[in-house]
């Protein structure tokens, strides 16, 4: 097995930064519904040009990697425990190279093992099946859209939908619904794997196997295939829109399956992942471990780039900031302007804003702009260097940004998915603004940013430490401003009017 970990490796390398065709190509349909002109088509663009970023360099879609979740099957007779140590080794060298963000923490002591190796992680699943070669399927499926899995247990009332019940027509609203509850915080559009029935620990883990079926594969199961169908048109008329903007493009793909029940449970299992949808596999020699053939993509063919234009397009109306930022020129912001982001930056996320409740700040955040980012850095020659920093998911700093932002003086945050009353309220009380990055967008925003300065709090782990940056043009859009608009807030309401208009069973 001479080959096997580097095999592996390549696996992951090109999991992590090269989407797979049929991904690329609901993607590019994405592009094509959306409404010039809209925020919706703004993100779109943006992750375009993400995405062939990512593949040119051989970078990280997106910084947040996942969980690295294996699916092998193995001829009767080769030894299971040599390949898991391979992939065991395989994921740990493809961290330190920077193909994966070190995304392993001790669940009792908050400790981030730094390799991606950990109890239970990565997480590899073993059949055997009957065929002479060993395969190996890999999904990266990042903690954003995974924390947007629900699980449905029918009969229910379900929110704008009314009562689901123990029939298709209830499944139906249940993966609507899980549509609809994702809103921006899954970094629409989503791609849904579904499973009707089973228990609940089985049904989750048949969903997430949905996800390694095609976007545009069909299924063989007849009423399966009208429900998918079904689902994609009437999914994409909520009008939650790429990162939640609002827009027409909210789901590129969704596969169902179903399995036996007990008689008294009904589960509908649902894994939502998101436009990031890294997913490939290989085929490789039972021998000696070589790659024979590469599964859902053909690395003999040419990729062609998603984006049309390059880079963000400049429409000149553009807010450009520099900070420090002043409570003047916050208060001057409204919802939906693009702003231009240059000067300094501090990132922070869940370990960071759990300190801060404690602890003075290790640096001045007057006038700061706080970014929710969990990178990617590797140190170079004494150097640290970032590889990938996209947003993540705001709403988990709810319970505590409005007192960052009062104590502190914090004036800009910057995240993805929105906030909720309470950070707004800060908002306007205090002078400070809310601004929408693209989620996913990791290669764009690390190009934005020119130096490292410092980082603080390192001990929290590479993604929760608080990394002090410096950016120049940092795109995004004020979603929430300090008159207490909220883009999210609308764009939640309307697509719960445009659910609840929906004529379903
Ligand atoms: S694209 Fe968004 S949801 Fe997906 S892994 Fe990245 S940050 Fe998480």
């Not at 299971?80 to 060298?93: L, N, P, S, T, W």
């Not at 997430?208 to 063989?220: A, I, S």
């Not at 940056?469 to 004020?478: E, R």
């Amino acid at each position: 097995m001479e080959f096997l970990t580097a095999s592996l490796i390549e696996l992951i390398t090109q999991t992590s930064t090269n989407l797979p065709p049929d991904v690329r190509a609901a993607m590019g349909l994405a592009l094509e519904t959306e409404t010039p002109g809209t925020q919706s088509a703004q993100a779109l663009g943006i992750i375009a040009t993400n995405i062939d970023m990512a593949q040119q360099d051989e970078s990280p879609i997106c910084q947040d990697t996942g969980m690295p979740t294996f699916i092998v099957h193995t001829p009767v007779g080769v030894n299971q425990i040599r390949i898991k140590k391979a992939i065991r080794e395989a994921v740990a060298e493809a961290t330190r190279r920077g193909k994966l963000r070190p995304n392993s923490v001790d669940s009792l002591t908050g400790k981030n093992s730094g390799d991606n190796l950990g109890v239970e992680t990565p997480v590899i699943h073993f059949e055997q099946w009957e065929e002479d070669e060993i395969e190996v399927k890999l999904v990266l499926k990042g903690g954003g859209c995974e924390n947007k899995n629900i699980q449905y247990s029918l009969p229910c009332e379900l929110e704008h939908l009314g009562k689901a019940g123990r029939t298709l027509e209830g499944v139906r609203k249940c993966i609507l619904h899980s549509v609809w509850q994702a809103q921006g915080h899954g970094c629409a559009p989503g791609a849904l794997g579904v499973c009707i029935g089973s228990d609940r620990a089985h049904g989750y883990l048949l969903a997430k196997e949905q996800l390694f079926r095609t976007l545009d594969d069909v299924n063989p199961n007849p009423v399966l295939a009208k429900l998918e169908a079904e689902i994609m048109q009437e999914a994409n008329r909520i009008g939650v829109g790429s990162m939640g903007f609002g827009g027409k493009s909210s789901l590129i793909g969704c596969k169902i399956t179903a399995a036996n029940r007990l008689p008294a449970s009904f589960f509908v299992s649902v894994a939502y992942d998101c436009w990031a949808f890294r997913r490939l596999g290989v085929r490789l020699d039972a021998v000696n471990g070589a790659i024979t053939q590469w599964l859902y993509r053909d690395p003999s063919r040419v990729v062609p780039k998603m984006a049309k234009t390059e880079g963000f397009p400049l429409t000149g109306r553009e807010v450009v900031l520099h900070s420090p930022l002043t409570e003047a020129q916050v208060r001057a912001l409204r919802v939906g302007d693009v702003v231009l982001v240059s000067g300094e930056m501090f990132t922070g996320r869940d370990a960071v804003h759990a300190y801060l409740m404690d602890h003075e700040p290790p640096a001045d955040l007057h006038g700061a702009v706080l970014y929710h980012c969990g990178p990617v850095m590797l140190q170079q020659n004494g150097e640290w260097k970032v590889k990938a920093a996209g947003p993540t998911t705001s709403s988990r700093e709810e319970p505590y940004q409005a007192t960052v932002i009062e104590r502190y003086g914090v004036r800009a945050v910057i995240g993805k998915g929105g906030m909720g009353a309470k950070t707004s309220a800060a908002l306007e009380k205090f002078g400070a603004v809310y601004l929408n990055a693209i989620g996913g967008a990791a290669q764009f925003y690390a190009r934005t940013v020119e130096k490292v300065l410092d980082v603080n709090l390192l001990d929290f782990g590479i993604p929760e430490a608080m990394w002090h940056l410096k950016v120049n043009n940092f795109a995004a859009i004020v979603t929430m401003d300090a008159h207490g608009n909220s883009l999210h807030r609308d764009v939640e309401a309307e697509t719960g009017e445009a659910l609840a208009g929906m004529e379903l069973g």
